[in-house]
């Protein structure tokens, strides 16, 4: 039911709305005049009109004067209005708000506590220098009012003064007065002075020295924490994280005192407390209280998932950090992280994840019922993560990986594609963890050979064959069905396939010969997988020269899966959870990640700096695919990859003769040797009768590229974009390059876990030049622990279009089975530079006039050694084009250029290279914004 007073308060808007009316033509000739009336009710009205057209984004800066004379008033809600204006034109009237100087100054004397604190903090909303000179006087005496009122405004004003002129705030001491609004004994002003103060530290840590925080200012913080409002409580026990205790009663005493905040109906609160309990225990020996702290934590946390999803989705992220700092907390909890029909999808896999994490031998047979009933659901990304959950649950928790490998055959038997096809993926790694123990299920996961579409799971599958071929009957016949297809399987697939093959013949050598010469001759021969080919000729050779050596490597004993490894390194765990209940740890990453200003992270750049800007989308989850349409590896063979986009695939364009094997030693000099037996008396090696070990193939050299004195396009040493500590160990480095008129991105994936990373796909967002992948990421997967991969994608300018700033800013996501890691990066302008950027003569001129002066840019150049032919062959080999030479005065050399972008925009530039003295540059373009980019792209080329 609508209230009387609310009824009254909807009439009171409604009648507002008269001063959004349009006015009729000489409004601001009369909106002075009313401004200027004796009658105090008109001259009021008159504000509300000015105000009004502000808030509609009319221009109303020419009453700038006549408004400020309205500020000598008693009436309080006219004055709230006057300095309403006053905040949002004094930056473009500076000079007129020193006028106001007086009143301001006046007004933080006034009787009214209500006027003292508006004029002070008007004064610091003012982001004029001129003004901040006269604000520390009054705002010192603020600071020590005797209202506590205007103490905690003045307070909140001496951040915004730091964020101003923080020189100007240390030397006139407000810092060491805020550290006495510590000890004050009104809580609202103490929770505004650790605000203020953390607000400083943030952006100048030394100010941390004027700011003495000790035991009795941190019993003053904890005695204010119990009186004050619930956002105040939260930036004093942030204050408390920061807090280093003496000794270990100091952190019993302030544990005991922020235990009562656990109870607070404010998730916020609830998880700042928990964020200094957590950071306190690590320095707490006693082990008793840790244990009644952990059982206190408990409770609080749970409650948290009774919220709305969003909140639940929080408070899941922070609690899969506290679970793996201290599983022990929720280890009786696991019920609280079963899946709710009606939860959405993130909050569903974020409790699958907990829920792995705290399973053991005393709840598994829980978990397990749960896992099976998830993997019966209608959701299919739900029900592959529920099946790899329970590979996870064999894996960890070891008496019970029985139950679970049961449990995953009567899934098989449900004859579920994607299930049957996740399951195979799970038990291999089950197989690695316990190897000779379950080898007697491989007939029932033979029977689902034909269902197996997706590449893992038939890499996994080949894997089993191989690795167990002596006991598998049929094993030859599995894999030669497999390698009928050989050229349209993933790249995944070859390399298993060669692998599994290379393994059977090693343990089954006279039924399998013909099948390894296929293999191998595919490999080598046919393949134009640079990664593949090599695999290949490394067998070729170690069969060739050594078949015991090629044993102990083919065959050599796998180490053995880690129990978990998908936690967080122990350092960066430890820093996450000091930032619990804020957006480092949803993400997971330290706040240097993603917030500007913090330690840069380094990426991809071209002779300046990118600040590492914030992350787009909080929900960094692998169920957020679909917004940026990740583009999934495909069981298409790959073209692009291993040829012409390739470092090795421009040697191929150079129609070098392709790598032939080295044909075997012939005894009979008029009997040739047959092609189709290319690994000839490899199998004498073994025992199985022939001549001696055929050579290892030798591949005939390409011609010293180094001797060819052209230039060649620029391409920048590879730069880490995606570091390890901000991908769960997955480290990206990458170049742009352009090559054959189009543009690449060569990527180099470092495995620094201890785990294989498979599932490889990258996405593009919205960037100024439309970029996107022009193919699927083939990466050749899985990536084992210790290795790298590198592979080369195609770019396409075809994609979405939005500016950015910068103007080469690009968004990526990059994806694997492990998470989904949001980064960015600088697209060097050079790879942008299109082939049909050369400008015919007598354009050249005219477009040069048309093109207003004010959008022409002059630059100086590094002194380069190189003569005029060397340089306009460096800029004709990146598409920046010479139009026309002419020989100025005093042996000057002047080079007229046009540079064309991908989305047609036209840079012309006039290069002047004089004898003995450092080039200059002048570019000019209707897209100014594009001429930085331009003139940072030519200093990078007649750098190299």
């Known amino acids: 039911m609508v209230s009387l007073g609310s009824i009254t308060t909807?009439?009171?808007?409604?009648?507002?709305?008269?001063?959004?009316?349009?006015?009729?033509?000489?409004?601001?000739?009369?909106?002075?005049?009313?401004?200027?009336?004796?009658?105090?009710?008109?001259?009021?009205?008159?504000?509300?009109?000015?105000?009004?057209?502000?808030?509609?984004?009319?221009?109303?800066?020419?009453?700038?004067?006549?408004?400020?004379?309205?500020?000598?008033?008693?009436?309080?809600?006219?004055?709230?209005?006057?300095?309403?204006y006053l905040i949002n034109y004094a930056k473009t009237q500076p000079d007129l708000a020193i006028l106001a100087v007086n009143t301001f100054v006046k007004d933080c004397?006034?009787?009214?506590?209500?006027?003292?604190?508006?004029?002070?903090?008007?004064?610091?909303?003012?982001?004029?220098?001129?003004?901040?000179?006269?604000?520390?006087?009054?705002?010192?005496?603020?600071?020590?009012?005797?209202?506590?009122?205007?103490?905690?405004?003045?307070?909140?004003?001496?951040?915004?003064?730091?964020?101003?002129?923080?020189?100007?705030?240390e030397d006139q001491g407000f810092l060491e007065t805020l550290g006495e609004l510590l000890c004050d004994s009104n809580p609202m002003v103490v929770a505004n002075a650790v605000a203020a103060i953390s607000e400083i530290l943030d952006t100048n840590p030394n100010a941390a020295k004027q700011v003495n925080i000790d035991t009795p200012t941190v019993n003053k913080l904890l005695t204010a924490l119990n009186e004050c409002t619930e956002w105040g409580q939260i930036f004093i026990l942030d204050s408390l994280n920061n807090y280093s205790p003496r000794d270990e009663k100091e952190c019993i005493s302030i544990c005991e005192r922020i235990t009562p905040r656990l109870a607070h109906a404010n998730a916020a609160v609830v998880l700042s407390a928990v964020k200094v309990l957590m950071k306190l225990m690590d320095q707490i020996n006693n082990t008793e209280f840790v244990q009644m702290l952990q059982k206190k934590l408990a409770p609080p946390l749970v409650t948290l998932l009774s919220a709305e999803a969003e909140i639940q989705y929080v408070a899941l992220r922070n609690i899969n950090l506290v679970v793996q700092k201290r599983p022990d907390i929720l280890k009786h909890e696991?019920?609280?992280?079963?899946?709710?029909?009606?939860?959405?999808?993130?909050?569903?896999?974020?409790?699958?994840?907990?829920?792995?994490?705290?399973?053991a031998q005393t709840n598994i047979a829980q978990v397990l019922a749960e896992l099976k009933e998830y993997a019966t659901e209608v959701d299919v990304d739900f029900v592959r993560k529920a099946v790899r959950a329970i590979g996870r649950c064999a894996i960890k928790v070891e008496?019970?990986?029985?139950?679970?490998?049961?449990?995953?055959?009567?899934?098989?038997?449900?004859?579920?594609?994607?299930?049957?096809?996740?399951?195979?993926?799970?038990?291999?790694?089950?197989?690695?963890?316990?190897?000779?123990?379950?080898?007697?299920?491989?007939?029932?996961?033979?029977?689902?050979?034909?269902?197996?579409?997706?590449?893992?799971?038939?890499?996994?599958?080949?894997?089993?064959v191989g690795e167990y071929a002596e006991r598998i009957d049929n094993a030859d016949e599995i894999l030669q069905s497999f390698l009928d297809g050989f050229h349209d399987e993933n790249t995944q697939v070859q390399l298993q396939l060669l692998t599994a093959i290379v393994k059977l013949f090693l343990k089954k050598p006279q039924e399998t010969q013909e099948l390894v010469q296929k293999v191998l001759s595919l490999a080598t021969q046919d393949s134009d997988n640079p990664d593949l080919r090599d695999r290949g000729y490394i067998y070729w050779r170690l069969l060739s020269t050594d078949p015991a050596a090629a044993k102990e490597v083919v065959l050599a004993e796998k180490p053995l899966i880690?129990?978990?490894?998908?936690?967080?390194?122990?350092?960066?765990?430890?820093?996450?959870?000091?930032?619990?209940?804020?957006?480092?740890?949803?993400?997971?990453?330290?706040?240097?990640?993603?917030?500007?200003?913090?330690?840069?992270?380094?990426?991809?750049?071209?002779?300046?700096?990118?600040?590492?800007?914030?992350?787009?989308?909080?929900?960094?989850?692998?169920?957020?695919?679909?917004?940026?349409?990740?583009?999934e590896e495909t069981g298409a063979p790959q073209e692009e990859v291993g040829g012409g986009d390739l470092l090795i695939g421009d040697l191929l364009s150079l129609d070098y003769p392709a790598p032939t094997p080295a044909q075997p030693p012939v005894n009979n000099a008029n009997q040739a040797q047959p092609v189709a037996d290319l690994l000839g008396d490899i199998f004498g090696g073994m025992d199985l009768g022939g001549g001696a070990p055929v050579a290892a193939p030798v591949a005939s050299s390409p011609m010293d590229l180094f001797s060819l004195s052209a230039p060649t396009t620029y391409v920048a040493p590879p730069q880490v974009i995606l570091p390890a500590?901000?991908?769960?160990?997955?480290?990206?480095?990458?170049?742009?390059?352009?090559?054959?008129?189009?543009?690449?991105?060569?990527?180099?994936?470092?495995?620094?876990?201890?785990?294989?990373?498979?599932?490889?796909?990258?996405?593009?967002?919205?960037?100024?030049f439309g970029l996107s992948p022009g193919a699927p990421l083939a990466v050749n997967s899985p990536v084992?622990?210790?290795?790298?991969?590198?592979?080369?994608?195609?770019?396409?300018?075809?994609?979405?279009?939005?500016?950015?700033?910068?103007?080469?800013?690009?968004?990526?996501?990059?994806?694997?089975?492990?998470?989904?890691?949001?980064?960015?990066?600088?697209?060097?302008?050079?790879?942008?530079?299109?082939?049909?950027?050369?400008?015919?003569?007598?354009?050249?001129?005219?477009?040069?006039?048309?093109?207003?002066?004010?959008?022409?840019?002059?630059?100086?150049?590094?002194?380069?050694?190189?003569?005029?032919?060397?340089?306009?062959?460096?800029?004709?080999?990146?598409?920046?084009?010479?139009?026309?030479?002419?020989?100025?005065?005093?042996?000057?050399?002047?080079?007229?250029?046009s540079v064309k972008f991908t989305n047609g925009i036209w840079v012309l530039g006039e290069l002047r290279l004089p004898a003995g003295a450092p080039p200059s540059l002048a570019l000019k373009t209707q897209t100014v914004a594009a001429i930085a980019e331009v003139h940072s792209a030519i200093c990078t080329i007649l750098a190299d």
């Open 399 to 464: 008496p019970s990986a029985e139950k679970c490998v049961t449990t995953l055959l009567e899934l098989i038997q449900t004859k579920v594609n994607y299930v049957v096809q996740e399951a195979i993926v799970v038990i291999k790694d089950i197989f690695r963890k316990y190897p000779n123990k379950y080898e007697t299920i491989i007939s029932t996961l033979c029977e689902n050979l034909d269902s197996l579409d997706e590449p893992e799971a038939r890499a996994a599958m080949i894997w089993i």
């Open 562 to 631: 880690s129990e978990e490894t998908d936690l967080i390194e122990p350092t960066l765990l430890d820093e996450l959870i000091c930032h619990i209940s804020s957006l480092a740890s949803v993400y997971h990453k330290p706040p240097s990640a993603f917030v500007e200003g913090r330690v840069p992270v380094r990426k991809i750049q071209v002779n300046r700096n990118a600040d590492d800007a914030a992350e787009t989308d909080p929900h960094i989850e692998e169920d957020d695919r679909a917004e940026y349409n990740e583009t």
């Open 334 to 359: 696991i019920k609280a992280f079963f899946v709710k029909y009606n939860d959405p999808i993130y909050v569903k896999l974020e409790k699958l994840d907990i829920m792995i994490r705290l399973a």
């Open 109 to 169: 004397e006034d009787p009214n506590p209500l006027i003292r604190a508006l004029a002070v903090r008007t004064m610091g909303c003012i982001r004029v220098e001129k003004i901040t000179e006269y604000l520390c006087e009054p705002l010192r005496k603020c600071l020590k009012d005797e209202d506590p009122y205007v103490r905690k405004t003045a307070a909140v004003c001496v951040a915004k003064l730091h964020d101003i002129s923080a020189a100007r705030v």
């Open 725 to 768: 500590a901000r991908a769960k160990g997955l480290e990206v480095s990458a170049t742009f390059a352009r090559r054959n008129k189009g543009i690449f991105i060569d990527l180099t994936f470092a495995n620094k876990t201890m785990m294989a990373m498979s599932g490889f796909a990258i996405q593009l967002n919205k960037n100024s």
């Open 10 to 84: 909807m009439r009171g808007k409604m009648s507002d709305s008269k001063y959004f009316n349009t006015q009729k033509k000489g409004e601001i000739y009369e909106l002075k005049a009313e401004l200027n009336s004796d009658k105090k009710e008109k001259k009021k009205e008159a504000v509300k009109k000015v105000i009004a057209s502000m808030t509609v984004g009319k221009d109303v800066s020419a009453l700038f004067t006549d408004v400020t004379m309205c500020m000598q008033t008693d009436n309080l809600e006219l004055k709230k209005l006057v300095y309403l």
């Open 784 to 897: 084992l622990p210790g290795v790298s991969a590198t592979t080369s994608l195609s770019i396409v300018t075809t994609g979405p279009v939005m500016k950015m700033d910068p103007l080469l800013k690009v968004q990526m996501a990059m994806k694997n089975d492990i998470d989904v890691f949001y980064f960015e990066c600088l697209v060097p302008a050079y790879v942008l530079f299109v082939e049909e950027g050369s400008m015919e003569r007598n354009l050249f001129p005219q477009m040069w006039r048309e093109i207003p002066d004010e959008k022409e840019k002059q630059f100086q150049l590094p002194f380069t050694n190189k003569s005029q032919d060397q340089v306009e062959a460096v800029l004709a080999a990146n598409n920046v084009f010479v139009v026309a030479t002419r020989q100025g005065g005093d042996g000057e050399h002047l080079i007229y250029t």
